[in-house]
């Protein structure tokens, strides 16, 4: 059995399901709807909606996958698909699917059902080592929604902006994606200088690495503009913010947060740190989720309120 005929049999149809069923739970759409969405018969539809996501979810975990990696990449396909962007749905599903062979994930599932597969085999690793990767197509992806919200430009500071996701388990700032510049206001458009990559931001990874010490499910984070509205915009929405600072220098701002965290009970369920900066520092709301694109979406509540 070949990896793609293994990601074919195995891995994709219980990615679509769960995708189906995020369709209809989350955005609403129609059988006959996700079917073109998805590229699949509306009979097939109906049998994806009637699976146990449960069930997928430990079938995905035995071979191989990591389950808040999976709810990731389910969550960014759901959202592409949900606004009809068949080709990025595409592009994304791939990608990951790429992603999991060459990173080796599927490689002892794939000796279970191909015994004749030696131990040493590295085909994957080795011919598809270059596509691109899940993260950092997560990271364009809260981009794209962010820059096209007509009023996110009042969400960046004056220094800039980021958006930044990690890989489960990522404990170095070289484990995050970030843009390796800025994302800027330009106007009023949002602009992204530089592109997605590992350790493309070293203060808003440093960040995230902080609050994933008390909540390891949070991924992604995006850096918006500190003002009060905004902080009672995310508490009304039912987030826990914690107000960090002010601080003596820049350098001092990560671990500032970082002590404000682990003396607060709120930090176990931070959502947010709302750091009012310092002396020459700029104030900056910090805002989590599960995924950057959580993130972006939790952000520009705020929007609204400026």
Do not use: W
Request: glycine share 10%; proline share 4%.
């Amino acid at each position: 059995m070949l990896p793609y005929e293994l990601v074919s049999r195995y891995v994709a149809p219980r990615l679509r399901a769960l995708v189906a069923v995020r369709l209809v739970r989350d955005y609403g759409v129609s059988q006959v709807r996700i079917s073109r969405l998805l590229g699949v018969t509306q009979p097939m539809v109906s049998k994806y909606l009637t699976e146990d996501t449960g069930r997928v979810m430990e079938e995905l975990r035995g071979m191989g996958l990591d389950v808040g990696e999976v709810e990731n990449v389910v969550s960014i396909l759901s959202e592409v698909a949900s606004r009809g962007s068949t080709e990025d749905y595409t592009r994304i599903f791939t990608a990951y699917l790429n992603s999991l062979l060459s990173r080796g994930t599927l490689c002892r599932f794939h000796r279970s059902v191909y015994p004749g597969l030696g131990p040493e085999c590295s085909v994957c690793r080795t011919l598809l080592r270059a596509y691109p990767d899940t993260y950092v197509e997560e990271v364009s992806e809260a981009f794209r929604v962010l820059s096209e919200d007509p009023l996110a430009y009042r969400l960046i500071p004056e220094v800039g902006s980021n958006i930044v996701s990690c890989r489960p388990g990522a404990r170095s700032t070289l484990e995050v994606v970030g843009f390796s510049g800025r994302v800027v206001r330009v106007g009023e458009r949002v602009v992204a200088v530089g592109e997605p990559t590992y350790g493309g931001s070293r203060h808003l990874a440093s960040v995230l690495l902080v609050a994933r010490r008390f909540r390891s499910d949070l991924r992604g984070a995006v850096a918006i503009r500190y003002f009060r509205e905004c902080v009672e915009v995310l508490r009304g929405a039912g987030l826990r913010v914690v107000v960090t600072g002010p601080h003596g220098s820049r350098d001092e701002v990560v671990e500032g947060i970082a002590r404000q965290l682990e003396a607060s009970p709120e930090s176990r369920v931070v959502d947010a740190v709302a750091d009012v900066g310092g002396s020459g520092i700029e104030p900056v709301i910090y805002v989590f989720g599960s995924t950057a694109l959580e993130a972006v979406r939790r952000a520009l509540l705020c929007a609204r309120v400026t």
